[in-house]
């Protein structure tokens, strides 16, 4: 059996009196992406910065195997995207991503190819002569994720990557996120987009203080949980919310305008009987139904975390 590419034990890690890590592990495959998700101070970012090693553990351990045969890891092999902003301010955009290039080990030249083509790929060619300052924040996301991916590492780490993205520039990251993923690029992200994460995760850790919450594929994820279908009924107003609530099997009810309600339904929970039920109190004018997004298994099994 293959080795994984990052392999976590057991990290622990401390700031004063507050624990921001307790006794987290995973693994990533070559290959494969990777979500941690969680809210704001659960622990993503220091999880993330104990893997650059830019902050060490207090107890667990953290293994890199990028290559597949043991051999250390090199900064040429990762390519890190901040939360926060990290660009020279003074400098040209085209020359601050060759530069990150040429820090990861590229040649001149190759680098400011690399560059290139990367300001190619985000739409940032009339930019490349701009300082980071002129720039929509969006863009400026754009110049970071390049400056992360300009050397083409064997790792991704990116942290909130689709922070400032309008939903045009979302799209193009996740068609850049599934471009690695295929050239063999494990990318680790966290993010807060739930509805961009279903669509190209893998799999998905969720944390909450510091500690594992669930983790697997997201039908791992969905069958843990215990959500199954999200059925969503229009009927004639108005809305018998109490009752809809008390009926088997429906474990949320969240009423919308129009008639309209979404019935947040258990695992394995049969929609026919549940269908049946519902007509009995009142018209029926339309159903659609979808397995339960990742956004209601989050807030669920965070809320559930919290007591």
Partial sequence: MASPAVLARSLVKDFGRVRAVDGLGFSVARGEIFALLGANGAGKTTTLRMLLSLVRPDSGTLELDLHGDGRPASPADVGYLPEERGLFREAPVGRTIAYFGVLRGLPRRRA?????????????????????????????????????????????????????????????????????????????????????????????????SGREVLAGTLDEVRRAAGRGTRLRVRMRPPLPVEAL????????????????????????????????????????????????????IYLRAVSEARG
Avoid: C, Y
Wanted: hydrophobic share 45%; proline share 4%.
């Fill in 245 to 296: 609530t008390r009926l088997a099997g429906v474990e949320q009810v969240e009423a919308g305008e129009d008639g309209v309600a979404d019935l947040l339904l258990g695992n394995g929970t049969e929609l026919g009987p549940v269908l049946g039920e519902v007509a009995r109190l009142g018209p029926v004018l339309a159903v659609h139904s979808e397995d339960a997004a990742l956004h209601d």
């Fill in 112 to 208: 400011e190819a690399e560059a290139a083509a990367w300001m190619a790929r985000l739409g940032l060619e009339q930019r490349a002569h701009e300082k980071p300052d002129a720039l929509s924040k969006g863009n400026q996301q754009k110049v970071q994720l390049a400056a992360a991916l300009v050397h083409r590492p064997r790792l991704a780490v990116l942290d909130e990557p689709f922070s400032g993205l309008d939903p045009v520039n979302q799209e193009l990251l996740l068609e850049i996120l599934r471009e690695l993923r295929d050239a063999g690029t494990t990318v680790l992200l966290s993010a807060h987009q739930m509805q961009l994460v279903e669509r190209i995760a893998d799999h998905l850790l969720i944390v909450e």
